[in-house]
């Protein structure tokens, strides 16, 4: 019992941190260079969390899903992080398209993995593909 309790606690505390991480991003978003923003934002996750975003922009996609296994990442953890690369690829978009469009289709990749490993169908999931896809779409080439 007392080991799931501190699985429980473990899962609590990198749902917050992942949590309080996007809530930075957003903040500091707003406040200062898009580029600074991220960047700050991508050395937290790897110092805090041990996920490293920059690796996982260019993990194929089979790589990519036994990277998001290997974390023990619940679908809530990767919800947030889908939601922190939305955010990101939107920022982008204007003069960073081609990145943008990158960390968006990862995004599409993290929902993929969440529907291929989830007993459970989300409209709000399928909500936030349909928004990716659209922002995907209005893209410069």
């Not at 309790?5 to 949590?19: C, N, T, V, Y």
């Not at 110092?47 to 619940?74: H, P, W």
């Amino acid at each position: 019992m007392e080991r799931r309790d501190l699985i429980k606690d473990e899962l609590e505390r990198i749902g917050k941190a992942i949590s309080q991480l996007l809530a930075n991003f957003l903040a500091l978003k707003t406040n200062c260079n898009i580029a600074l923003a991220i960047e700050n934002t991508n050395k937290q996750f790897k110092e805090e969390l041990d996920i490293d975003v920059k690796l996982m922009l260019t993990l194929q996609q089979q790589v990519f899903a036994e990277y998001l296994e290997s974390k023990k990442l619940t679908p809530q953890h990767i919800e947030i992080l889908i939601d922190y690369f939305f955010e990101t690829g939107s920022s982008l978009k204007e003069h960073h398209p081609e990145k943008a469009r990158i960390i968006l289709n990862k995004a599409l990749e993290m929902i993929d993995f969440i529907n291929n490993n989830s007993k459970t169908y989300s409209f709000e999931r399928k909500g936030k593909e349909d928004k990716i896809r659209e922002l995907i779409r209005t893209l410069k080439n």
